[in-house]
């Protein structure tokens, strides 16, 4: 305890432990990262999305017939009701597509008949219909935004492969669904981080799983999180010219600035899910355009950088989101779109937690230090100066 008799303050609660999981490990020393006991590296290079999805909710891999009633089950929900594509339609091109997305996805509960129905397995088709409804909401937010009209599911296609359907009214190439599938993989899990931590906050009151996923959404949008993507891109794009990027990025650690898609809380290594990207970034590059060329290198000199000055001694290596951005834009996504798409990836995630906490529920209420006066007397309005 500090001389004035104050506690000891986690800010952001570094360092504290909020719930006993199995559902995801990440081991920041050694930068392995696992969904149930498997390796992200082994589920990017032999799994799918949606296989990922049962995986993280139900806690083993299916088998055949498990992954196809589950695949079914997604493809049934599908569509949109009517009053959530007004929504949409409404506020997609007035505000941030994350604050659309947030009023969508709290807009489901009106359509949920089973409200009351709190039981385990409510809940997980509660997480699957939310899991396959917020990529058509995302989709149909990316639509609009770009004049477009709601564009009708497809049964015959995957998770990924509707989703940039629905998107662009266009079936996508192969190159760009398995792009998506794959970054749906790395994003779907990673254990207390902020937005999950808020989801699991709102729903430890026993508010609904809507509730609880509106507030993963909302912590999920800020640039320190998963709107990172979105800044990484952005500097990249400011810093313009490869031999640019040594000066923008010195300059911006000199004034004590962060560069976006960089540190991490727990990973004190190279992120594992960042080096997948890469190198999937690095195996494009020969039919990609000049501005993906361009981005890549940018990329590669800022990444050099930041490791030589702050990686092996300040533990400050490449996040998820920093090469995230050349991906997306090499599948023709609107920059707007990244950190939607890193929610309706990291839903399950949210679900899961959810859904585990709940077995065990106790309310989060942490202590704050007061440090203000007290026993102040009360001067009434006319009398203060
Ligand atoms: N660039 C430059 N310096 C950095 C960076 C960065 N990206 N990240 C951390 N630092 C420095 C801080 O300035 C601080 O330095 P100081 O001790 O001299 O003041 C030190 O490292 C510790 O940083 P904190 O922000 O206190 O670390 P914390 O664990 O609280 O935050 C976070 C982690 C938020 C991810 C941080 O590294 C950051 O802001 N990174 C940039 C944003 C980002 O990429 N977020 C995505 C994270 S991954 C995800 O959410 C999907």
């Given at each position: 305890?500090?001389?004035?008799?104050?506690?000891?303050?986690?800010?952001?609660?570094?360092g504290v432990y909020i719930a006993d999981s199995k559902i995801c490990k990440v081991d920041g020393t050694a930068g392995r990262l696992y969904y149930r006991g498997y390796s992200?590296?082994?589920?990017?290079?032999?799994?799918?999305?949606?296989?990922?999805?049962?995986?993280?909710?139900?806690g083993h891999l299916p088998t055949n017939?498990?992954?196809?009633?589950?695949?079914?089950?997604?493809?049934?929900?599908?569509?949109?009701?009517?009053?959530?594509?007004?929504?949409?339609?409404?506020?997609?091109?007035?505000?941030?597509?994350?604050?659309?997305?947030?009023?969508?996805?709290?807009?489901?509960s009106a359509y949920d008949n089973k409200m009351d129905d709190r039981t385990e397995s409510a809940n997980l088709d509660r997480?699957?219909?939310?899991?396959?409804?917020?990529?058509?909401?995302?989709?149909?937010?990316?639509?609009?935004?770009?004049?477009?009209?709601?564009?009708?599911?497809?049964?015959?296609?995957?998770?990924?492969?509707?989703?940039l359907y629905m998107m662009n009214g266009t079936k996508p190439s192969q190159k760009d669904a398995k792009l998506l599938d794959l970054m749906l993989i790395l994003h779907a899990e990673?254990?207390?981080?902020?937005?999950?931590?808020?989801?699991?906050?709102?729903?430890?009151?026993?508010?609904?799983?809507?509730?609880?996923?509106t507030s993963g959404i909302a912590a999920l949008k800020?640039?320190?999180?998963?709107?990172?993507?979105?800044?990484?891109l952005k500097m990249m794009k400011t810093i313009g010219d490869p031999d640019n990027t040594e000066t923008y990025i010195d300059e911006a650690l000199k004034g004590k600035n962060k560069i976006m898609g960089f540190g991490h809380r727990v990973y004190k290594t190279?992120?594992?899910?960042?080096?997948?990207?890469?190198?999937?970034?690095?195996?494009?590059?020969?039919?990609?355009?000049?501005?993906?060329?361009?981005?890549?290198?940018i990329a590669l000199r800022a990444e050099k950088m930041m490791i030589d000055r702050l990686g092996k001694t300040h533990g400050i290596w490449p996040n998820i989101d920093f090469f995230a951005g050349p991906i997306y834009v090499s599948m023709g996504m609107s920059i707007e779109m990244f950190t939607p798409i890193f929610a309706a990836s990291r839903i399950v995630g949210w679900c899961a937690h959810m859904i585990e906490y709940w077995k065990d529920n106790r309310i989060f209420r942490p202590l704050e230090y007061y440090s203000g006066p007290l026993d102040l007397q009360y001067v009434p309005v006319g009398e203060r100066k």
């Open positions: 305890m500090p001389d004035n008799g104050a506690p000891v303050i986690n800010y952001g609660l570094v992200i590296d082994l589920l990017a290079k032999n799994s799918s999305y949606e296989e990922v999805c049962y995986l993280i909710l139900y017939e498990e992954l196809d009633s589950f695949k079914k089950k997604l493809i049934d929900a599908r569509p949109l009701p009517d009053m959530v594509i007004d929504v949409i339609e409404e506020f997609a091109k007035k505000q941030d597509p994350m604050d659309t997305l947030r009023s969508a996805v709290s807009a489901l997480g699957v219909n939310l899991i396959s409804k917020m990529a058509s909401i995302v989709a149909t937010i990316g639509r609009y935004r770009r004049g477009g009209g709601y564009v009708q599911p497809d049964s015959s296609l995957s998770h990924a492969e509707n989703l990673h254990s207390s981080n902020a937005s999950t931590f808020s989801t699991l906050v709102a729903g430890s009151t026993l508010a609904d799983l809507y509730s609880a996923v800020g640039p320190l999180h998963g709107g990172a993507d979105e800044a990484a190279y992120d594992p899910r960042a080096m997948i990207i890469k190198n999937d970034l690095m195996s494009l590059q020969e039919n990609e355009s000049q501005e993906v060329k361009t981005l890549t290198a």
